[in-house]
Nanobody, 124 residues
């Protein structure tokens, strides 16, 4: 089992920044690719970003490319999502997830473990 706990969400004005963190425990963190997903009210969960086991490869949704950056610190068992130039449409609950696959994936079904989510609200 892998336990994931997100933090860092909150209320921010449009154009502002937030950094989400996701702390993992339970198994060897570096054995897992990590992903970030979000779900806005009334919408399906969508892919945001993913990062490979060593952090050498990242993928982003087109809607966040150039503004969001995912990184990880395997020594701290933590993955991060730096979000800059936030827009109101980014308002959602953000989830981190862990996948045992070698490659990071945009597909939510590749992820076995999920955190409880953290709320991000961007005001206009």
């Amino acid at each position: 089992q892998v336990q994931l706990v997100e933090s860092g969400g909150g209320l921010v004005q449009a154009g502002g920044s937030l950094r989400l963190s996701c702390a993992a425990s339970g198994r060897t963190f570096s054995d897992y690719a990590m992903g970030w997903f979000r779900q806005a009210p009334g919408k399906e969960r969508e892919f945001v970003a993913a990062i490979s086991r060593r952090g050498t490869t990242t993928y982003y949704a087109d809607s966040v490319k150039g503004r969001f950056t995912s990184s990880r610190d395997n020594a701290k068992n933590t993955v991060y999502l730096q979000m800059n130039s936030l827009k109101p449409e980014a308002t959602a609950v953000y989830y981190c997830a862990a996948s045992p696959r070698i490659r990071a994936s945009r597909d939510s079904t590749a992820y076995n473990y999920w955190g409880q989510g953290t709320q991000v609200t961007v005001s206009s």
